[in-house]
């Protein structure tokens, strides 16, 4: 029975997304080993091979023209391009499986339009779902986050009309896992000043004296060891770092080995023996400004301060008067509150601060699969199957 279920989970996400190598990444290890030998399906009409170096086609051509007389569900967007509309190279993606509708079109034939609209796609948290939009979409079944965060949903409200949703974790964690190096490393060697002073049309010659920190052999703390904080832990093993790490349940001891990860059952513990400690935690009431002026007192005067969560999990006056007083040595953002920060926002007029624009997906490669995982959620949903990655209210 495991393995049937196992099977058709598999090849919900090939069918759903044309995607052998994301339906691997959303499948537990074991499920995979067992698919991996699964030479074909279990339905004499479909000729389906799934392994890694398989290549063969998905479906056979029967089965394919049954598909193509079906009408195509209506998947709500904001818009194609734009500032936060749909990429305009993930809209053939999409088109593939749906009969795309742009909040443009919607408010022109809310009547017609919303008989079709059986999902809704989230790109840069837009369009926003509030309970207007809720009660004019009568078949609605889930609303597909591209992202991991969803703290720009209202989980209750929507699971209250019976509506899943669903995000993307799996696409996401190599990539931000990677700015969170990349930020920690910028930080640490000062790079964002360096280049400033070899560009300078000022510069005459190099200081002997203008130096950085070592990130090998340093203390990284991970407040958040999921699927991102276990990555970013991955990545700090290999430059000799000691980590440490605080998590609302304890990873399994041989996970913490692999990693050398120790664990801290007090976020004090954390702060006070890290030389970097890095934010890799959802946003949610109990982390609403978790760190604040305590907490960075707590930490090293030579310590610095790495945020790829989300920006309202620090609190950014207690940050200012920390970086300015010499309480931390250092900050490095990918998120603020609110993003762009005003111009004239304090943050912004530090030296010993490096800001990016929450660029921690911005990859090609990121946000193709959080498109390619968004369909494969939403395609479950639509077909009674279990959902990659659902987001269950709490």
Not at 196 to 202: G, M
Not at 360 to 388: C, D, F, K, S
């Amino acid at each position: 029975m495991f393995s049937v279920k196992a099977f058709c989970l598999v090849e919900a996400i090939h069918l759903a997304t044309g995607c052998p190598r994301l339906a691997g990444r959303l499948i537990h290890p074991a499920v995979r080993h067992m698919h991996h030998w699964t030479k074909t399906s279990m339905y004499p009409m479909w000729s389906y091979w799934t392994g890694p170096n398989s290549g063969r086609a998905g479906i056979s051509a029967p089965q394919t023209k049954v598909m193509a007389k079906q009408e195509r569900p209506g998947l709500l967007i904001l818009e194609i391009g734009g500032i936060c509309g749909v990429l305009e190279g993930h809209v053939e993606l999409l088109k593939k499986h749906f009969h795309l509708i742009t909040m443009k079109e919607f408010l022109k034939n809310k009547e017609r339009l919303s008989e079709k609209i059986k999902s809704v796609f989230i790109h840069e948290c837009r369009p926003v779902i509030d309970r207007e939009l809720l009660q004019s979409l009568p078949h609605l079944k889930v609303i597909a986050n591209s992202g991991v965060g969803v703290d720009h949903l209202d989980s209750k409200l929507i699971s209250s009309f019976g509506v899943k949703v669903t995000n993307t974790p799996h696409a996401v964690s190599d990539s931000t896992a990677d700015i969170g190096m990349a930020l920690m490393l910028a930080s640490a060697r000062r790079l964002v000043e360096g280049c400033q002073i070899a560009v300078s049309p000022q510069t005459e010659h190099f200081a002997a004296d203008w130096l950085g920190d070592e990130v090998t052999g340093a203390t990284l703390g991970i407040i958040g060891m999921g699927s991102i904080g276990y990555k970013v832990a991955k990545r700090a093993k290999a430059f000799d770092m000691k980590i440490l790490y605080l998590n609302r349940n304890r990873r399994k001891e041989e996970e913490e080995q692999a990693v050398g990860a120790r664990y801290c059952e007090k976020m004090e513990d954390l702060l006070q023996q890290s030389d970097f400690v890095m934010l890799v935690v959802n946003l949610t009431p109990q982390t609403h400004k978790l760190i604040g002026k305590r907490e960075l007192e707590l930490m090293k005067p030579t310590a610095t301060l790495i945020n790829i969560s989300r920006g309202a999990v620090v609190d950014h006056d207690a940050l200012v008067e920390a970086l300015q007083n010499g309480i931390i040595k250092a900050a490095a953002l990918d998120v603020t509150n609110p993003e762009p920060l005003p111009r004239d926002h304090p943050l912004l007029k530090l030296k010993n601060i490096i800001i990016t624009p929450h660029i921690g997906t911005a990859t090609v490669q990121a946000t193709r699969m959080m498109t390619e995982e968004a369909v494969a959620n939403i395609q479950a949903v639509l077909n009674g199957l279990p959902i990659p990655s659902e987001v269950i209210p709490q």
